[in-house]
Every structure is written in C-alpha cells, then in structure tokens.
C-alpha cells in the first residue's frame, strides 16, 4: 500500500496489523485508529524503520484525511484514537501504536478534512490525540512539533488501562501560552515508563508532563525542562476519575529530572490541584522516590509545590542536587505535609523559600556538595564508585511497597534491570560494577 488511506480504517478486526513503511519523504495523511481487539488479538499500528533505523514520518502539515472514514474533532490531532462513528460510542480496545514519527499538528499549519475542506489546527491539537480508548500502548514513537505532543481524554471515565512507553516527546507547545504542553493526559489507570521528555517548543510556556489520572504510575523516564516537569493536578473533568479508589495514590520514581537554567516555573513539581475547587483536589500521597533531581539554576529551585495541607508527600532514596547550592534547594513551596527520609541533598537546603503552612518531618538524609556523578557536565547521572549515595536506602514507604524501583533508565528511551542488592544506592542508578553485584530478581516491568 502506498498511501496510509488505503488501509481499512473503518474495519478493522481484533488480530488486524497495519504496517507502515518508512520512505524519504512525509506521509502527508491524517486519520483515526479505532476498533475492538481483545489481549489475545489486539489492533496494531506499526511504522517499519528505514535502512538507518529512520522511523516513518507522518506530517500533519497540508495533511489529507481519506474521504471513506468520518469522525470529529479533526481538528485536535494528527493521528486520532477513538471518537469516531464507527464503532460509534463504543471505545476502541487492545490497540496498540508504534514506531511512528509524528509531528507538527498546530497552528499555523492546515489540513484537508474528510470532506474535502481545508480547516486549521486548534491550539491544543495533538499529534496523538487519544478521545477514548480502553488498553492502548503507545511505544517507540516520535511525537514533536504540535500544540500537545499526545493528549488524552479521560471521556467519562471511559479511558482507562494506558501505556506510554519508550517515546521520544519534545519540541511541542505553543509559544507564549500555558495551556499546551509536552503530554496532557487523563485516564483510569496510566503507566509512563521509559521515555524521553525533553524540552518543549522556544517560547512555550506549557509543562512537560501534565496528568489529571487516577492510577497514575510515572518511572524510568528523563524529563527534562518544561515550566514544570511534572504537573499532576485534579481530575476536573470526570467525577469517575475523582471517586475512583486510586486517585489518592500516585507513584513517581526512578525518573531523572532536569531542571535548566530559565526554564519557566522553578517547582519540579506540581501535586494536587489546579482548577481552584479544592474539594476535587488529589489529597492522597505522592510517593516520590529513587529519582535523580538536577537543578542547574542560578537562583531558587523548589522541589515539589503541594496545593494545600490536605496533599502529602513521602520522599525518600532520591538525590536532590541544585548546581548552585543547597541554600537555593527549597524542599515545599508552602502548603503540605511532607516526609522527607534517606535522600542525599545539596548542603544547607531548606524547608521552603518563604514561610510554610504545612510540615516537613526530615530524617536520616545525607548532605554534601557533590553526590558522586559520573560526569555531570555530559549529564551522565550514574553514580562513581565514591559516591556517598552507594548502598544508603532505606526501605520504601509501606504504600510503595507494590513498586519497587525494578529497572533504571536508558539514554535515550530504554531501560535495563535495576540490580537488587541488600541496600540499594540513592538516586535512579544502581551502581553495580561487575561480580560485585549479586542480581537477585529481575520482574521486568511489574
């Protein structure tokens, strides 16, 4: 097939496998997956790479959407999941879209419809735009050059059971505004493991990672700049996701997170709420731990903003570096009640930059100037041998017991298995040099 048009979109059966093959130039089409696979026989999209591993290029700019397909909102995405009249209101399920390079979904580039009219981009159009789906993985792609590189409704509560692996996520957002971001994403049950997040479009003024989930797991990923890395607010769109049993519990760890200089907001980040009606807020726990925080700011650095007193964080095993000391290392923006145990951080950090409402109950952490990197300078945030970050954690939080930092990140959108050893070391790496490490259990991505 030489034209993505051509394949049935509007049909397609549990078992089907639509391959698209990588050629010099763009795929200038736009179109909608949809569907109902099962586990056993899920829907696949997949780009085949090119001689030099080159992945396909689907460019929404001037892009044609087949005239045999009809759905909505064409104007939110370059590629769209779900919300279409065929299977009409039922979500699609067990599809699966990889190794695809997608891009440039935004204004001021245009499109040709289904009808054959030219429309323009929205502002928060995506270059996957995901409406409603039920156990979708998203793996291997590039999404870059759009309003948002993937957005996700949560639908009603009819999105659930999300995962986004091994991406390559940058360059997105719209200059001058806040409101488009690197991913925005909402589900019931959410998963990012692996990928690569790095800096949004010049001007932008949108996070890197921004969640309004319940069930939402974030690990072995590089997030680096973004107004805030990570933006994990209220579920304001969907009581389901608000009432759902894990809207209270959000894992984050074995993440590396960058913050350069001038990069927006100085908050890494953001847990709680952010439509201004706290009675939707999170309130439950952020278990934040053995993630590598870098800070190379000249001036303040504030790890993690809570909106009010009633969002708890538990944070322990990270480094918690800022390049220009630790007097410049705030652990709360104000509100919240913290833990904050066994983590290395920068020496003379402190409790906040202004006044705290909250509380933050310090132990057993370990201060100094320098944690040991490798080579800072090429961002290599794996641990030497000296480091005093080696063989210091601690055991996790009983909550975050059913996560163990199994694997460690891979430059760049990959990861490897995490050595367990007796005491694991501080920080996303495990330092394990040869026979010196004993590998006790290896289960992959549970």
């Not at 245009?110 to 981009?121: I, K, P």
């Not at 409603?132 to 999105?159: K, Y």
């Not at 995962?163 to 994403?185: A, P, V, W």
Request: aromatic fraction near 8%; charge should be negative.
């Amino acid at each position: 097939m030489s034209r993505i048009a051509d394949a049935p979109w509007g049909d397609l059966q549990p078992g089907d496998h639509v391959f698209i093959h990588w050629k010099s130039t763009p795929y200038q089409e736009k179109w909608i997956i949809s569907g109902l696979g099962t586990a056993a026989q899920p829907i696949i999209v997949s780009g085949v790479p090119g001689p030099a591993g080159q992945l396909p290029i689907i460019d929404g700019r001037d892009a044609q959407t087949p005239r045999n397909i009809s759905y909505w909102n064409e104007s939110r995405g370059v590629v769209k999941v779900g919300g279409d009249l065929n299977p009409g209101e039922v979500p699609p399920t067990h599809i699966l879209i990889e190794n695809l390079d997608i891009r440039s979904g935004r204004p001021p580039y245009a499109f040709t419809d289904d009808h054959g009219s030219r429309q323009n981009y929205a502002s928060n159009a995506a270059a996957i735009y995901v409406e409603v789906a039920q156990h979708l993985t998203i793996r291997n792609c590039i999404l870059r050059d759009s309003g948002n590189g993937l957005f996700i409704g949560v639908n009603r509560g009819r999105t659930r059971d999300v995962l986004i692996e091994g991406n390559r996520i940058y360059d997105n957002g719209i200059e001058g505004s806040i409101y488009q971001h690197n991913t925005y994403t909402s589900a019931l049950g959410i998963i990012y493991q692996n990928n690569y997040l790095g800096p949004l479009r010049s001007g932008a003024e949108g996070n890197n990672l921004k969640d309004r989930s319940a069930g939402l797991v974030v690990r072995y990923n590089w997030i680096e700049s973004g107004n805030r890395q990570l933006d994990l607010v209220d579920g304001e769109d969907s009581a389901t996701v608000v009432d759902h049993a894990d809207y209270e519990k959000t894992f984050v760890y074995g993440n590396v997170l960058i913050e350069p200089d001038g990069a927006g907001n100085s908050q890494i980040v953001h847990y709680g709420g952010d439509s201004g009606n706290e009675s939707i807020y999170r309130k439950g726990m952020l278990y934040f731990y053995h993630n590598t925080v870098v800070s190379t700011r000249s001036g303040n650095t504030t790890l993690v903003r809570l909106s009010t007193n009633d969002e708890h964080a538990d944070i322990r095993n990270n480094i918690l570096y800022a390049s220009a000391g630790g007097d410049y290392l705030a652990i709360l923006n104000y509100a919240g009640i913290a833990e904050l145990n066994n983590n290395w951080i920068s020496s003379g950090w402190v409790d906040a930059h202004g006044s705290v409402s909250g509380s933050l109950d310090a132990s057993n952490n370990i201060t100094g100037a320098d944690p040991g990197f490798v080579n800072a300078g090429v961002q290599d945030y794996s641990l030497g041998k000296n480091s005093p970050a080696v063989d210091q954690a601690a055991s996790l939080a009983a909550g975050a017991l059913p996560y163990p930092a199994l694997r460690q990140y891979v430059k760049h959108a990959s990861s490897e298995s995490r050595s367990q050893t007796t005491r694991q070391d501080l920080g996303a790496f495990e330092r394990c040099p040869g026979s010196e490490c004993a590998i006790l259990f290896d289960n992959g991505f549970e």
